[in-house]
């Protein structure tokens, strides 16, 4: 195509007739100037270049412009664009009465294919024919990103006169297609969208929201919650079975509601370490039409408990000796405590006790979770503080603050410890408030999904539990939560200006995690019960904040991430704390992840220092693939190594028997000006195209009058002027 370009000016009489009186006046000013200067040569440049300038002024006035006119192209395009996601794999598409239906992608191909059909449009267009389904590339078709590919006929707009989309309009990524749209309409390039499938899912029985723990410990109960979704239009039912390959199994007889849900768990308890497979699975039901979600595999590792535990006291209160002899009995956690007592200037002793403060980072770092209770500043040093900060922030370890009568926790808000408080302190209540009679406690709407109020399986039956748990006589001094924190229990009968007194507040902070508890009556749940509420509090507290910091270990090393159940698409962030050969935290060094994706895939993930010299490295890894990844951590620096998995669970979006969204493809059609079509209707894509009037020419227009460019020239100029008037003397 050739481009025509060309100087145009918009000259009126206004601007002729004064411009034109303009020159007249400056070009016998400066003859005047010339020749009363004796017709110095310098005047006479000088000279010359005030009439330029003002030429120049007076074309500038005329509203100049450089314009570039492209023809249209003698046979432009029409994209037909096909949507090629695992959704349009729905058999839902009646194309003649008595026949079965067939795919949504068959009923696409079968259209794409006839070329026939096309070839009568060729006269006047080039088809071009475009699948496409999730962005990202490697043929994904685990997602529908209608938006990235409008964006690519926004890339060749000047040789596309239409756009055809056939498709069930279900999109699930990228930015909403209708801002591509208004692109498009914009510039005048119609789509005409022909929806594939019905609106209605297909009848279906699907095993959804399997959840469970990459890293479990033997001799542990795991509860393994799971539901089935169904979109059958009657009541089902069926047998939801779990098997083990330890050789454990199980059977629950569910009924499903018609297009309802049913929600389950089994339990499971590993009787020895190793890696498992979990699989569920569901019969199929008569009527239903695909049978690949009526099963689920999730692997698990198991291993030996050992979380490291230390209690920080002030004095042997009930809680303190009832959490620590509970603690004791139990074969997966190792104690120690700290024991002040006050006025006698020493610390308790005996088995398990320590004589004071882990003096070292190292000595610090083997605790999985610090309970600190009612101490101060006079006995915990801000130094002490600080280190525990660390041990959170960047170790991923648990702090479990439990304030007590005497009000000596409230001092360490002067140390680096205020930053992990979950709640605002209230100043008039230095010592809590106490009661003649137990005050009820009440979970908040975290608190019913919670894990770690959890102390019966039942939903229901958990949330009268705590209604009916012996209460407590006395709490801290609390205003509220801070931003940022979670509030699971709170006061059942007393409020403040902010709402409900909080009771147990959790909060993350850097790689670990907070817990407030602002009574000491805990203890009180053994009543008539022994340990069955008490400890199994405690003991959820302690494995959830020691989870993460636990996913694997290794001689000098250990190695956790986030989400711990990633799922396909997620960026996974993963952290390892490292020791030097000495048993220091190494500080800097090469410490690498590679991760073996289920294809046999491999990628490098190098892992960089994070500051506050604990040892901790990081790096991320996007996780493509659904299914079983190898991790493999190296340290060049100690020798060390850990090697475990990582579940990647597969992001079912684009499952065949999802509904057809043809009101997408209707506010794309409407937006442009085009047309939405029935599949019946598909030979009116052709006439509707061949109606569309021709491309008209492409006009680039840059306006010289007003351009930056214009301005700098005449200041330019102007500038020159004058100097050179100074150097022949005229000024």
Known sequence: MDVQQALRFQWSLSVLVGGGMVLIGIAVLSIWTWRRTGFSKGVAVVETLRVAIALLIVMLL????????????????????????????????????????????????????????????????????????????????????????????????????????????????????????????????????????????????????????????????????????????????????????????????????????????????????????????????????????????????????????????????????????????????????????????????????????????????????????????????????????????????????????????????????????????????????????????????????????????????????WERLPGFSWHAGVLRPLPGSETLVVHGAASNAYGRIPLIVTRPFGHGKVLFMATDGAWRWRRGVEDRYHYRFWSQVARWMAYQRNMARGEGMRLFYTPDHPRQGTTVLFHANVMDSTGEPLESGEVVLQVVDPSGKTETVRMTPERGNWGLFSGSYEARAAGEHRLKLTCKENGGTIETTLFVQSVDRERPGRPARPDVLEELAAATGGRLLATSDIERVRDLLARLPKLEPMVRRLRLWSHPMTLALVVALMGAFWVGRKMVGQI
């Open 62 to 465: 005329a509203q100049p412009e450089w314009i570039e006119v492209t023809p249209p192209p003698e046979h432009p395009e029409v994209l037909v664009l096909s949507d090629v996601s695992n959704s349009m794999d729905t058999e839902d598409v009646h194309v003649s009465e008595g026949q079965p239906p067939i795919s949504r992608r068959a009923w696409v191909e079968r259209v794409t294919g006839d070329q026939a059909f096309w070839s009568k449009l060729e006269e006047r267009y080039r088809v071009v024919f475009e699948p496409f389904a999730a962005s990202g590339g490697e043929n994904r078709r685990d997602g529908s990103d209608y938006a990235a590919a409008l964006a690519r006929v926004l890339e060749r707009e000047q040789t596309v006169r239409g756009v055809v989309v056939l498709g069930d309009g279900d999109w699930n990524e990228g930015s909403p297609p209708l801002e591509t749209a208004a692109r498009l309409a914009m510039r005048r390039i119609p789509i005409f969208a022909v929806p594939t499938g019905q609106e209605t899912p297909l009848p279906d029985l699907a095993l959804r929201n399997v959840n469970v723990p990459a890293v479990t410990v033997e001799e542990r109960t795991l509860r393994i919650p799971f539901s089935i979704e169904s979109t059958i239009g009657r009541d089902i039912q069926t047998i939801a079975r779990l098997r083990v390959t330890d050789g454990e199994s199980a059977a629950m007889a569910v009924r499903v509601p018609a297009m309802g849900r049913f929600q389950g768990a089994f339990t499971w308890t590993p009787s020895m370490p190793g890696e498992f497979k979990i699989r569920l699975t569901i019969p199929v039901a008569r009527g239903e039409t695909s049978s690949e979600n009526n099963e689920v595999i999730v692997p698990v590792r198991v291993q030996k408990e050992a979380i490291q535990v230390l209690l920080i006291e002030g004095t042997a209160r009930w809680e303190y000796r009832y959490l620590r002899n509970a603690f004791e009995r139990d074969p997966g956690v190792d104690v120690h405590a700290l024991l002040f007592h006050p006025g006698l200037g020493r610390t308790g002793g005996g088995r398990g006790y320590l004589k004071s403060f882990p003096q070292t980072r190292e000595e610090l770092a083997r605790y999985d979770v610090v309970f600190v209770g009612d101490v101060g500043v006079d006995q915990l040093s801000p130094e002490a503080c600080r280190r525990l900060k660390g041990l959170v922030e960047q170790q991923a370890s648990g702090l479990v603050l439990m304030p007590g009568l005497a009000g000596r926790l409230r001092s360490l808000r002067q140390t680096a410890l205020a930053e992990l408080f979950p709640v605002e302190l209230d100043p008039q209540l230095p010592r809590g408030e106490g009661s003649a009679q137990l005050q009820p406690y009440a979970l908040t709407d975290f608190g019913r999904k919670s894990l770690l109020t959890k102390l019966t399986d039942d939903e229901v039956e958990n949330l009268e539990l």
